[in-house]
């Protein structure tokens, strides 16, 4: 009985905070619209310089990918090599290289952006 009542105050949770976001949001749109803002705000409209978002995608995903395998790899050599804990090298390793991963693919979405 607990799991079901553990999923029913998860999917609660998630339909109250969707529910409060496009509200809200309608309630803004509309408070703008009544003070005489142009509709065209609204509207995300596709950047003639953007890159398609799958490249986006693909390139920050496999520079993830490559983080993670080379903070494995060094966290392996640290641990072969040193005396340090390697409960603590291996996730410190990972997920540090996991970051640097993700902030080259940042730069290079910008970079790819601005061609």
């Known amino acids: 009985m607990e799991e079901i009542a553990v999923l029913i ?3 609660g949770t998630l339909f109250g905070i969707i529910y409060l976001y496009f509200s809200t949001r309608n309630k803004e749109r509309m408070a703008l619209i009544e003070k005489g803002a142009d509709a065209s705000i609204f509207v995300k409209g596709n950047q003639k310089n953007a ?16 983080g993670i395998g080379l903070g494995v790899f060094m966290a392996l050599i640290l641990d072969t090599y040193t005396n340090l ?7 410190a390793t990972i997920f540090f290289m996991a970051g640097v991963g993700l902030f080259v693919g940042f730069n290079l979405t ?3 952006d601005n061609e």
């Not at 693909?58 to 993830?64: A, E, G, P, T």
């Open 85 to 91: 804990d390697s409960d603590a090298v291996y996730p």
């Open 51 to 66: 890159a398609p978002f799958w490249k986006v995608i693909i390139l920050n995903l496999s520079l993830l990918l490559m």
């Open 9 to 11: 105050v998860i999917f």
């Open 110 to 112: 910008k970079k790819l």
